[in-house]
């Protein structure tokens, strides 16, 4: 049974695709003799959610661009179901593609109405079929009611959906978003992002999402890929992304974290809270023990290591804390429930709150 969501149409309604492989076999890109994409491979399964995240300027856009048909790589393929949509030899465009794009600012069409937006899909379409669809998918996104109004009547989120609906109308076998939240408030970030997940799913199309924050693709990709200066340096489930970053700076653009300089020694690293396992480095390597807001926790007693709160933040359902602890010349910060944080002045212990603490080379 589909499930009304206010604001929205009922689940269960968005029209399916067949979904297809995508693939990026070494791309390259630059601009004005700067690597945007250097040498990226990724292999997407039919009817999968890969987040590509990183910084700006990483290469997450100019892949999906290329992906969709905007831009033309220096080398390398795309292959859409083992067929080449992009190579050497071979350039198909982008309404060819059978793809849909949805852009950071929505790009709609002001002198249209909603539904002549979202019609614009769908050339290929009779001009009573594509009107029936429109409609349809208007009606799954709960705008069905703002058909033959202009798009300046409506809110941010609105937008958003409108910009959805057109992307999805045509029903493509693979979606491409391009920090396609980013611009909404905050309030209803979360709640368009839910929504938005459900439809890919009902539609089982192929999805590739770009975003620069590690929370959202936590929430959306079925597998992350993160990006660097042009290169992907890491892909996984969130789970394997967050647990097991293979470098600092994976652990760094997944969460906020403490990090303390340290260096490796018979296979160990020494910090103020004990000795840790230093898997997969040398002796000697010049390392970081990453403690994660999240990770650490405090006691009125011990075991742990003893420090003084020297500030309290409120933010809402938590309280982040600044804590100078025995050992260190730098304040650790630590994130706790509000209700459970001790006050600026406090003595208290200082204690690693994790099974699996992060010790990570130096990155430079």
Same mark, same amino acid.
């Given at each position: 049974?589909?499930?009304?969501?206010?604001?929205?149409?009922? +689940?269960?309604?968005?029209?399916? /695709?067949? !979904?297809?492989?995508?693939?990026?076999?070494? &791309?390259?890109?630059?601009?004005?003799?700067?690597?945007?994409? +250097?040498?990226?491979?990724?292999?997407?399964?039919?009817?999968?959610?890969?987040?590509?995240?990183?910084?700006?300027?990483?290469?997450?856009?100019?892949?999906?661009?290329? !992906?969709?048909?905007?831009?033309?790589?220096?080398?390398?393929?795309? &292959?859409?179901?083992?067929? $080449?949509?992009?190579?050497?030899?071979?350039?198909?465009?982008?309404?060819?593609?059978?793809?849909?794009?949805?852009?950071?600012?929505?790009?709609?069409?002001?002198? &249209?109405?909603?539904?002549?937006?979202?019609?614009?899909?769908?050339?290929?379409?009779?001009?009573?079929?594509? /009107?029936?669809?429109?409609?349809?998918?208007?009606?799954?996104?709960?705008?069905?009611?703002?058909?033959?109004?202009? *798009?300046?009547?409506?809110?941010?989120?609105?937008?958003?959906?409108? !910009?959805?609906?057109?992307?999805?109308?045509?029903? *493509?076998?693979?979606?491409?978003? =391009? $920090?396609?939240?980013?611009?909404?408030?905050?309030?209803?970030? =979360?709640?368009?992002?839910?929504?938005?997940?459900?439809?890919?799913?009902?539609?089982?199309?192929?999805?590739?999402?770009?975003?620069?924050?590690?929370?959202? !693709?936590?929430?959306?990709? =079925?597998?992350?890929?993160?990006? +660097?200066?042009?290169?992907?340096?890491?892909?996984? /489930?969130?789970?394997?992304?967050?647990?097991?970053?293979?470098?600092?700076?994976?652990?760094?653009?997944?969460?906020?974290?403490?990090?303390?300089?340290?260096?490796?020694?018979?296979?160990?690293?020494?910090?103020?809270?004990?000795?840790?396992?230093? /898997?997969?480095?040398?002796?000697?390597?010049?390392?970081?023990?990453?403690?994660?807001?999240?990770?650490?926790?405090?006691?009125? $007693?011990?075991?742990?290591?003893?420090?003084?709160?020297?500030?309290?933040?409120?933010?809402?359902?938590?309280?982040?804390?600044?804590?100078?602890?025995?050992?260190?010349?730098?304040?650790?910060?630590?994130?706790?429930?509000?209700?459970?944080?001790?006050?600026?002045?406090?003595?208290?212990?200082?204690?690693?709150?994790?099974?699996? *603490?992060?010790?990570?080379?130096?990155?430079?």
């Amino acid at each position: 049974m589909s499930i009304a969501s206010p604001g929205w149409g009922r +689940r269960g309604t968005a029209a399916a /695709t067949i !979904a297809a492989r995508l693939t990026f076999d070494n &791309l390259a890109r630059s601009f004005d003799g700067k690597g945007a994409l +250097r040498g990226v491979s990724l292999d997407i399964e039919p009817a999968e959610t890969v987040c590509l995240l990183g910084p700006s300027g990483c290469g997450k856009t100019t892949l999906l661009r290329i !992906a969709a048909g905007i831009e033309r790589p220096d080398s390398g393929r795309v &292959l859409f179901n083992h067929q $080449e949509v992009v190579g050497p030899d071979v350039f198909t465009p982008p309404e060819k593609r059978g793809v849909g794009l949805m852009f950071q600012d929505f790009a709609l069409f002001p002198h &249209l109405t909603i539904l002549q937006n979202v019609m614009f899909g769908l050339k290929n379409f009779e001009a009573k079929d594509a /009107t029936r669809v429109a409609l349809a998918t208007l009606d799954r996104v709960g705008l069905a009611q703002y058909a033959e109004d202009f *798009p300046h009547i409506l809110s941010g989120g609105q937008q958003q959906r409108v !910009a959805l609906a057109r992307a999805i109308a045509p029903r *493509p076998s693979i979606i491409f978003m =391009d $920090e396609p939240f980013s611009g909404l408030d905050p309030r209803l970030r =979360d709640r368009i992002r839910e929504e938005t997940l459900a439809i890919l799913r009902e539609m089982r199309a192929t999805s590739v999402i770009v975003t620069h924050q590690a929370e959202e !693709a936590m929430r959306m990709g =079925d597998r992350i890929a993160v990006m +660097r200066e042009g290169k992907i340096v890491q892909v996984g /489930t969130s789970e394997e992304i967050y647990n097991h970053p293979n470098s600092l700076f994976v652990a760094r653009i997944c969460a906020e974290m403490n990090e303390i300089p340290c260096l490796v020694k018979n296979g160990e690293v020494e910090t103020v809270f004990g000795r840790f396992p230093a /898997t997969g480095l040398e002796d000697g390597t010049e390392a970081v023990f990453g403690a994660r807001f999240l990770g650490l926790s405090v006691s009125k $007693e011990g075991p742990g290591v003893l420090g003084r709160v020297i500030d309290r933040k409120f933010l809402g359902g938590s309280a982040l804390l600044e804590i100078v602890v025995n050992g260190l010349d730098f304040p650790l910060q630590i994130r706790l429930r509000e209700n459970a944080a001790p006050n600026v002045g406090d003595e208290v212990y200082v204690f690693v709150d994790t099974d699996m *603490p992060l010790v990570l080379a130096k990155d430079d």
